[in-house]
């Protein structure tokens, strides 16, 4: 039974392509079709359950968990970003930015893993890229691209500073 489709066959680029061999992403049928989804609208952005609902439209038969799965793997691997939808308490996905966009270093809230793009920090962390790069290419290495994120809390999940500072295990 060879599945086909025919609107799907949007070209993957080469930047995504090489994030996904890295990420050891197999190109099944699934994540050609999550790919094309997002492909093919690359300023958009869409829930699990938007997503679900696009890609049974377009005939793929896909279990919404293997479809959280794949969401969460192609969002750790760089090739899609996520981000919290507040209104609708969800996740959002959307296309990754493009390596020729620059670097722009992302702060991850390891809490609630809302991630917070730092545009304001890209033009430094772009010379520390290039540099990277240069001092890569001197050893004889290709670098391709530099991600720069930063783990953490972000303010939301702070918690509000209860006795103040000084607060030591006790002696
Ligand atoms: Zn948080």
Not at 13 to 24: D, M, S, T, V
Not at 71 to 81: F, I, T
Not at 122 to 140: E, I, K, M, N, Y
Request: net charge positive.
């Amino acid at each position: 039974m060879s599945q086909r489709s025919p609107k799907e066959a949007i070209p993957v680029p080469p930047a995504i392509q090489a994030r996904l061999e890295q990420a050891g992403l197999r190109r099944t049928l699934a994540t050609r079709a999550v790919l094309g989804l997002f492909l093919s609208n690359p300023q958009g952005s869409l829930t699990h359950s938007q997503a679900l609902a696009s890609l049974t439209a377009r005939g793929l038969d896909i279990n919404r968990v293997t479809l959280y799965r794949l969401l969460d793997r192609l969002a750790a691997c760089g090739v899609l970003q996520r981000h919290a939808d507040d209104d609708a308490r969800t996740w959002r996905f959307g296309l990754a930015d493009a390596p020729q966009d620059g670097v722009v270093p992302r702060f991850e809230c390891d809490a609630c893993h809302r991630q917070f793009r730092l545009t304001e920090a890209s033009a430094p962390t772009r010379a520390v890229a290039g540099d990277l790069l240069r001092t890569l290419a001197r050893l004889g290495h290709q670098g391709q691209r530099v991600d720069l994120s930063v783990h953490g809390t972000c303010a939301g999940c702070v918690p509000p500073a209860a006795d103040g500072p000084g607060q030591e295990p006790a002696a």
